[in-house]
């Protein structure tokens, strides 16, 4: 491992490497009810998006939709949450034939990976049939998000970069978890662009547009801004061109088959007011005013921020958990330890916040809508829609 020394550099990498890696809808309960009180399974696959970094449960996308679909189906609802930060979607076998220890979801790490999530659930569920739902998400860390907050890289590269993690790799995904869970529906989420027009154009945002410059050219810093907003929006034109062609070819496949299930993408609505530290912000950032902002780049680092998310003092004693030092330790291997933790403290930085999180709920609630409306919903529910026109 290169070790690099605890710098301005470091710490503002880690602030913003992390980012991945943002009320509700009418009640359509009215308009259905069950003819049985079975109990319905939701499975939650994927990285920190999924697991809703920086969340109390309650604020949780997954939950919402948890609670609506109790409210809508009238069943309960139990879930099973293997979603973690930082988890990549990997490939088939790759979590070995034993469960790694679990860890804290907040806790950034690539394993398990997606595909070791299913491996997990499927040795949890006695009958995997008996899963109704499956929501998922994943690509973004197998490009590596930094890449994102760098305006060294140019918008036709990651074109690139998400057609080839986005596309073959999550169709594979969703073909195994369909095979997996053969009852279950399937949603698939994607992502959002993380800096707009709208973002903070001050102090602070420009000189992190430098520290995380990694190019030869010499670039200004309107230079800079203007390529980190074209990548976040190309990312997020790219991404889901990829997901949905990926969801829809699956989809259509599980049709020919006469199957029942249904495979869905969910594009999530976000607006350049969304975007980080802008004036609407749906995601999370640094809890510190402008003057600490500045101290943190004028003291080289030693004055840190704190995010402002619902789990960091949770998240950091997780992170200290998970993040502990060699015995004996170097002074070289105490400085990476160091990294590493404020890399993990400051995880859940550029995540969906509360109302982010409301934005991925409506996107989710508008697909189970359309499922809920269509033939096949559910297994064995027997539900009946009520005469007239369902909303």
Known sequence: ??????????????????VICIFSLPAYGQNIRPAGDGQFNLLVLGDSISWGQGLRDEHKAWYQVKTWVETTVGRKVSERIE??????IGSVGDSGAVPLVTLDGEVSRGVPSVNGQ?????RSYADPTNVDLVLVDGCINDLDARRLLNA???????????????????????TRIAASFPNAHIIITGYYPILSEQTANDFFMRALAKRLYTGSESMNDKQLRARLIEISRVWYQASNRMLAA????????????GSRQRAAFAEIVFLPEHSFAAPHSRLWGFDASAIRKLLVILTLGRVTLKTNDERRNQRGTSCKQAIRPAAPE??????????????????????????GALLYYEAISRQLKLLIDG????????LIVAPGKVR
Not at 1 to 17: E, H, P, Q, T, W
């Open 1 to 18: 491992m290169k070790v690099v020394s605890y710098s301005a550099k470091s710490f503002l990498l880690a602030a913003l490497a992390t």
């Open 83 to 88: 979603a973690h930060s930082g988890a990549v």
């Open 118 to 122: 299913i491996d997990n659930a499927l």
């Open 152 to 174: 060294a890289n140019a918008p036709a590269g990651i074109v690139e970069l998400a057609q080839q993690k986005c596309g073959p790799p999550v169709e594979a995904l969703l």
């Open 246 to 257: 990926a969801t829809e070819k699956v989809d259509a496949e599980l049709a020919a088959k």
């Open 330 to 355: 170097t002074r070289a291997q105490k400085k990476a330890r160091e990294a590493r933790l404020l890399q993990c403290r400051l995880a859940a930085i550029g995540h969906p916040n509360r109302g």
């Open 375 to 382: 033939p096949g919903w559910l297994r064995d529910t027997g």
